[in-house]
């Protein structure tokens, strides 16, 4: 919701909650982002007990790639719209936008140059490439690099290349001459249902469909940022 927050700021209240808007980013920032790995967990629990929580950093178990995807798209997004007159302001999400990409590019699949629907276990049985997840990504990448967020001349192909997989892996014509669009995840979440404990297993374990609107309407984004950056 922070894009449309910066928006409404933007037009109609002078920008005066700003300050509210760059906090809860780096609030995301502080509790949310791991070290070690680059990535975003994919929530938090302040009060740490709820089932999925760890009982002591109140941390979600696993990255999940499509809550890693809205982050980066709602960085992008925020980065464009932030006004260059409070230069503090772009400069913090321009920050936090190349961490959180560099930090995603390095659980790419050097194979399909897509990414996994948990992108830290690669291995794992039953693990697969995610569409939805992957073209966020790609977006997030493409705009960064025509806004100047992100560096062209090293990410602009790393965008390209992603968005070529899904067109060369998840995209079909079925008998009927339509075209789907394949490999996404139709939900996940955490709680309050008790399968939805945050593990492995309830991950893998929901539905992979075809033509859902979290895939196709990035896909129609990404080839948008493709249309500017030509």
């Not at 791991?34 to 696993?62: C, F, I, M, Q, V």
Request: net charge negative; charged share 25%.
């Amino acid at each position: 919701g922070q894009p449309f927050y910066m928006e409404y700021e933007n037009r109609f209240n002078e920008r005066k909650n700003y300050s509210d808007i760059m906090n809860q980013f780096n609030q995301a920032r502080t509790l949310l982002y791991d070290e070690k790995t680059g990535l975003y967990y994919h929530a938090y629990d302040e009060y740490k007990d709820r089932k999925w929580a760890d009982p002591e950093t109140g941390l979600s178990p696993n990255f999940w790639l499509r809550s890693i995807g809205w982050y980066l798209m709602a960085l992008v997004d925020c980065y464009e719209l932030a006004s260059e007159e409070i230069y503090e302001v772009k400069a913090r999400f321009g920050e936090l936008l190349r961490e959180a990409v560099h930090g995603i590019l390095k659980y790419q699949d050097e194979k399909s140059k897509l990414f996994f629907q948990l992108p830290a276990l690669p291995d794992q049985e039953g693990n697969y490439l995610e569409t939805s997840g992957s073209l966020m990504v790609a977006y997030a990448v493409l705009k960064g690099c025509r806004l100047g967020a992100l560096l062209e001349e090293k990410y602009a192909e790393r965008g390209k290349e992603i968005y070529d997989a899904v067109l060369e892996q998840n995209i079909y014509q079925a008998e009927d001459g339509a075209y789907h669009l394949s490999g996404t995840c139709a939900v996940a979440g955490l709680g309050p249902r008790t399968e939805r404990d945050g593990s492995i297993a309830y991950y893998l374990s929901e539905p992979v469909v075809d033509d859902d609107v979290k895939a196709v309407g990035v896909l129609m984004m990404v080839t948008a940022e493709l249309m500017k950056m030509d």
